[in-house]
């Protein structure tokens, strides 16, 4: 379904992705790990046409269809939604506000403001809190509640887990499990390898702007020493 192929990113000068070739299939959980630096946000700010960083050559199909020359809304009314890194929320905005500029309360098809709620009833109590009065989990599931807003087949999650608690960490994986299994395409970016392990069904090694190591979840259970030395976990 998304074919990154060969991709070549720039900030500037800086050349950080170098030829990173990955793909995700329809509904398939894809996890995306490495080392601070390594070009993860890089890779999900190309494949979303954010302005920065620049990608010089290489193609991004999605369905077929090169998303390079694509603007970020262009991308998204393909529907492909980000969770980006750092969760940004609009502090003054209520939790609904955040759900409704995407798509107006009227409309019942796909996903629903009620339905997000459904998925994660702490939002629905905390319905009238703003972006700034939430606590770093609940941040966390607004920022994925509102990618769902768009009826993505595709969401790119970068590092959700970061800087949550262990408990909070683990109702996400349920979350992203649950998610993977209505036929979504997740590609998550993540650094602890057993938050990957417990919903990926494929994960990506990238190291300096190139994928590295590619394996399936199953063998990782049969034997994980090669991507550990590939993650440089002895
Ligand atoms: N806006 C930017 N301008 C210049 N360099 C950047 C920018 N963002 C990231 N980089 C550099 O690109 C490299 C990869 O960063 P990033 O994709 O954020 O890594 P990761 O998400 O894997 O931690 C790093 O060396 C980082 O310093
Ligand atoms: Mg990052």
Do not use: C
């Amino acid at each position: 379904m998304l074919e990154v192929k060969n991709l070549h990113s720039f900030y500037g000068d800086a050349h950080v992705l170098h030829g990173t070739t990955l793909h995700v299939k329809p509904g398939e959980v894809v996890a995306l790990l490495g080392r601070n630096g390594m070009g993860k946000t890089t890779l999900i700010r190309s494949i979303m046409r954010l302005a920065q960083p620049q990608v010089k050559t290489g193609s991004l199909l999605w369905k077929g269809e090169e998303l390079l020359g694509l603007s970020p809304h262009e991308v998204a009314k393909r529907r492909i939604a980000l969770v980006p890194q750092g969760r940004r929320l609009f502090p003054s905005l209520s939790v609904t506000e955040h759900l409704t500029m995407l798509k107006a309360a009227s409309v019942k098809e796909g996903w629903t403001v009620d339905r997000v709620f459904e998925m994660f009833p702490r939002l629905a109590e905390r319905r009238s809190h703003r972006g700034n009065q939430l606590s770093g989990g609940e941040r966390q599931m607004l920022a994925v509640g509102r990618a769902l807003m768009i009826d993505p087949e595709l969401v790119l999650m970068d590092e959700p887990s970061e800087g949550l608690a262990p408990v909070m960490v683990q109702h996400l994986e349920t979350i992203i499990a649950n998610l993977g299994k209505t036929g979504l395409g997740i590609l998550l970016v993540e650094q602890n390898l057993y938050s990957a392990l417990a919903v990926a069904d494929r994960l990506y090694v990238l190291e300096t702007g190139k994928v590295v190591h590619e394996v399936s979840a199953a063998e990782v259970r049969n034997d994980q020493s090669p991507l550990m030395r590939f993650l440089g976990v002895h």
